[in-house]
């Protein structure tokens, strides 16, 4: 059972916008910022999204972070076939003093 | 560039110990915290704790206290992560991970290692 909830699966068209959410609470999203990571199959995660907004440099400005309350979200506009992955939210929590994470969102490319 | 290079796939006994080192370049080793992520197979990422290369202190998760030992090595730039007492449920991939924050503990990964798989099996 992971602290932050993710939808397990999420899909779309190329072209289309889609929207990953993610569900904390006070002690984690809702004071701290959110971090996405992209992990395809057999490889490590990187970072899509850090500090909640940021794009790191090599990632298109079709990845978009917000957050609202104790909920943030991912948004991937004009979907490609390479967007394809799995994806996580973490967010730093204060009672662990340490980092949690989504259970993780299969992104499908339909 | 930054670079984490974790050494390479291990196989143990139960009850034995690993120690995976994570060997760091292209930014100030002593500035920022690292922390270490497992991931079982087919399952989510599971914060195993942190360490401070400048100081070397460190963070557990409650999980793994009493079987973990974070430490580095700063002269070559290195962390090491060892985890005691196997079981079959500690097979997983092994990362560690650079924060993006210097000198801050509450501070998320934003650069990772290619991972390390730790078999468990009699």
């Known amino acids: 059972q992971s602290v932050l909830t993710q939808p397990p699966s999420a899909s779309g068209i190329p072209g289309q916008t889609v929207t990953i959410s993610c569900s904390g609470g006070s002690s984690n999203i809702g004071s701290n910022y959110v971090y996405w990571y992209r992990q395809y199959p057999g490889t490590a995660p990187k970072v899509v999204i850090y500090k909640t907004y940021q794009r790191p440099s090599g990632v298109p400005d079709r990845f978009s972070g917000s957050k609202s309350g104790t909920s943030a979200s991912l948004a991937i506009s004009g979907l490609r076939s390479e967007d394809e992955a799995d994806y996580y939210c973490a967010s730093w929590e204060d009672s662990l003093r340490g980092p949690v994470f989504g259970g993780g969102t299969k992104l499908t490319v339909l | 560039q930054v670079q984490l290079v974790q050494s390479g796939a291990e196989l143990k006994k139960p009850g034995a110990s690993v120690k995976v080192s994570c060997k760091a370049s292209?930014?100030?080793?002593?500035?920022?915290?690292l922390h270490w992520v497992r991931q079982a197979p087919g399952q989510g990422l599971e914060w195993m704790g942190g360490?401070?290369?400048?100081?070397?202190?460190?963070t557990y998760s409650q999980k793994f206290q009493g079987r973990i030992a974070m430490t580095r090595d700063t002269s070559t730039s290195t962390a090491y992560m060892e985890l005691s007492s196997l079981s079959s449920e500690d097979t997983a991939v092994y990362y560690c991970g650079k924060v993006s924050e210097a000198s801050i503990w509450y501070s998320l990964i934003d650069s990772w290692g290619q991972g390390t798989l730790v078999a468990v099996s009699s």
């Open positions: 360490i401070n290369p400048g100081g070397g202190s460190t």
């Open positions: 292209g930014y100030t080793f002593t500035n920022f915290h």
